[in-house]
């Protein structure tokens, strides 16, 4: 399935400077995996070292939080959107 | 757990019914014509009593939009002063405000702005200490704070008390916001469970903001506070608004109040107020600095070496748009960059690295040792420290 995947702001500095990436995935996981073998670095900002998606980083396909889905299972369909949403506390400073 | 009216309305027993004078009846003009506002609505507002966490860059549109509106009764945290960097996006603010406490620019200001609303102003840390107490009389927290540790904070008291929370961040260009502590909706746990470790922070090298991006989220957060006051819409509830001012665009996600979260799902642990240092894998504010074993130099060795016209290598490892604001006349790898470039470097030249203020650099230190290399400095301090130790005339940014 060709889905899109959005880097958010704070991790494109590790996803080559891209906003998106296209690429082929049936689920949420092989989507993660192909990014993380295109860019190596993001490797450690979306997982812990245990392998589990780090617990300030949510991933959402289209407007649904994978964690209400089948998680990492959950299933792509043609045109579908993932997003990586890491929580971000700037305000006043940064 | 508190009703959508009970915060909507005004809970403080009326002694008086209350009532707009004439002059204020010709200041909210603009809302007195609009139905959804009218005489009900203004008077809500006018009893209506909300706290705003932070007066930065936020929590200045939120605070000036605010009292503007007639909110009667607004509360201000905030324990900084006001410095010329704050300016850029901190519109509560003026030149000659630099250096006052922010508070009491802010509360100036907002006094200036409307005379008939009251100000209370708390110059503290927000902290596990003070924070039940100082929520507790308001209707609506708001928080525009700028660190993982407060935000916890605040999301946890706002839970704890039952009160709403207009949350808003930001980063660069994006930002986001929600209302979170809404009866039967999620709070920040259920979005977040934990905090980044500071380790993953991002670096000054990636930080700065767009100055109107807060403008914008706080904005959107000021319009959310009202309506909850007012009682009218669609409160942004459930939903995380997701806003990226170079695209232009906003989106929008489902959030649910997850019923395993430790503090408002069904069987909660976090039942008072923690220590959020310790939670966020810090003591205080800030990520302690690194525990750095690496070989530094002063700048002020620097330059006397310099000047002895020893042949020291400078490798600058910030990005090239810091590097353009100034520089020391080094050879520029950014970090990020440094692994795939190291053969650029010569190890058997004595290279002295730097970057803003020495923690990037420290880190390309560490790296090039593990490559082999072994006559190589951190730069103490980096360029700041430069700039006020030996050469004033390189701008601090």
């Keep these: ?94 | 757990m508190a009703t959508k009216s009970e915060i909507s309305a005004n809970p403080a027993p009326a002694t008086a019914p209350v009532s707009l004078s004439k002059e204020e009846i010709l200041r909210y003009s603009r809302h007195l014509i609009m139905p959804e506002v009218g005489m009900e609505g203004q008077l809500k507002l006018k009893q209506a009593k909300v706290l705003c966490i932070g007066t930065g860059g936020l929590g200045a549109p939120l605070g000036l939009y605010l009292a503007a509106a007639g909110v009667g009764r607004i509360g201000l945290v905030d324990f900084d002063t006001v410095d010329s960097t704050n300016l850029q996006r901190q519109i509560l603010f003026g030149s000659k405000d630099v250096g006052r406490p922010k508070i009491a620019a802010a509360s100036d200001r907002l006094r200036d702005l409307n005379p008939d609303i009251q100000i209370d102003t708390f110059e503290t840390h927000l902290s596990s200490e003070n924070a039940l107490d100082i929520l507790k009389d308001y209707d609506i927290i708001v928080d525009g704070t700028d660190n993982f540790p407060t935000r916890y904070l605040v999301n946890d008291a706002s839970v704890l008390l039952g009160k709403p929370n207009v949350y808003g961040s930001i980063f660069r260009f994006e930002g986001q916001v929600t209302v979170f502590g809404y009866p039967d909706g999620p709070c920040y746990r259920c979005l977040y469970p934990e905090p980044p470790p500071p380790g993953l922070v991002p670096s000054c090298a990636e930080g700065g903001v767009l100055g109107v991006l807060p403008g914008i989220v706080g904005s959107i957060q000021a319009a959310e506070t009202l309506k909850l006051i007012i009682g009218v819409g669609e409160p942004l509830v459930g939903r995380l608004l997701l806003f990226d001012a170079l695209a232009m665009r906003f989106r929008e996600l489902k959030l649910r109040q997850n019923p395993d979260c430790p503090l408002c799902g069904t069987n909660p642990t976090i039942t008072e107020l923690i220590d959020y240092a310790e939670f966020c894998g810090m003591r205080g504010e800030e990520a302690p600095a690194p525990q750095t074993s690496v070989p530094e130099i002063t700048p002020r060795e620097l330059k006397a070496r310099l000047d002895r016209g020893d042949d020291l290598y400078i490798l600058d490892v910030r990005e090239p748009h810091e590097y353009q604001i100034c520089n020391l006349g080094g050879h520029l790898i950014p970090l990020g960059d440094l692994s795939k470039r190291v053969n650029e470097l010569d190890s058997s030249r004595e290279i002295v690295a730097h970057c803003r203020s020495g923690k990037r650099s420290a880190e390309a230190v560490e790296f090039l040792q593990r490559a082999g290399f072994r006559k190589i400095l951190n730069l103490k301090g980096g360029i700041l420290a430069w700039s006020d130790d030996v050469d004033p005339s390189v701008p601090k940014y």
Excluded: C, W
Aim: charged share 25%; hydrophobic share 40%; aromatic share 6%.
């Design chain 1, 1 to 94: 399935m060709a889905v899109k995947v959005i880097i958010p702001t704070p991790l494109r500095a590790y996803a080559g400077k891209q906003e998106s990436v296209e690429l082929q995935a049936n689920t949420v996981a092989e989507a993660l995996n192909g990014l993380t073998l295109r860019f190596a670095d993001l490797k450690k900002h979306l997982y812990s070292d245990d392998g589990k998606l780090r617990s300030f980083v949510n991933v959402y396909v289209n407007d649904e939080d994978i964690r209400y889905l089948q998680k990492d299972q959950t299933q792509l369909r043609d045109g579908d959107i993932v997003s990586i949403v890491p929580s971000i506390a700037g305000g006043a400073h940064n």
